[in-house]
């Protein structure tokens, strides 16, 4: 499978703790994408990378969230004191280029108890 | 906060029929694309319409931009079960794409 994979898939996790996502993009893309979909909602922008490099940030994304993209490979989205906020499906993309078509992970569904 | 409206934000019809669903986007673009999104799972990329182009045709699929309106719209013809799913319109610029809360079609058999 070439396609984009994130891990876990579920996560459940108490209020207060860290949790950790990954995001393997499709090899040949530069581009990866961050989103937050909670129900009956389209998927908000996180972040992006070109690359290594984090090029924006949305204000959605406080100081308790970090992403990472080492060596413009996998990608990493931390949250730290996790809050019942926070459940929602976090969702993966890459893309070639920047704003071309972009191909979308599974997600990882955090519910925060 | 989303960055476009679709309309209507659900939409039931009876397999065979065909389904229209309208978006509007507020900034000025490069493309505009669709998405579809089953219950619980990511998001299946099904055509991109170029700010210079006014409709773009894909298999069942029919998209139209205004952008002096900066709405879309898209058409799915012959509706079959399996459309039964969320579709969201994303309006791209250089480095991002901005979703609206999505169109819920479900297809009656």
């Known amino acids: 499978d070439t396609g984009v994979s994130q891990d876990p898939r579920h996560k459940i996790t108490k209020r207060g703790q860290n949790v950790t996502f990954r995001c393997d993009p499709i090899s040949e893309h530069n581009r990866l994408y961050w989103y937050r979909q909670t129900l009956g909602q389209g998927p908000e922008f996180l972040t992006y990378?070109?690359?290594?490099?984090?090029?924006?940030k949305s204000r959605l994304l406080s100081d308790r969230f970090s992403a990472e993209r080492p060596k413009g490979s996998f990608s990493t989205l931390e949250i730290q004191r996790t809050e019942q906020g926070d459940s929602a499906m976090y969702l993966c993309a890459s893309s070639f280029r920047g704003g071309e078509e972009a191909f979308f992970g599974q997600g990882t569904r955090l519910t925060v108890v | 906060s989303q960055q476009g409206e679709e309309d209507p934000q659900a939409l039931s019809i009876q397999e065979g029929e065909n389904a229209t669903m309208n978006c509007s986007y507020k900034t000025s673009i490069n493309n505009l694309q669709w998405y579809r999104q089953n219950s619980g799972r990511g998001l299946v990329h099904l055509i991109l319409i170029r700010s210079n182009e006014r409709e773009k045709h894909s298999g069942r699929l029919r998209v139209t931009l205004d952008t002096s309106k900066k709405s879309s719209s898209l058409l799915i013809t012959a509706s079959r079960a399996a459309d039964t799913a969320s579709y969201f319109c994303?309006?791209?610029?250089?480095?991002?794409?901005?979703f609206g809360a999505g169109t819920t079609v479900t297809v009656r058999a």
């Open positions: 990378f070109q690359n290594e490099a984090q090029l924006e």
């Open positions: 994303a309006s791209s610029n250089d480095y991002k794409l901005s």
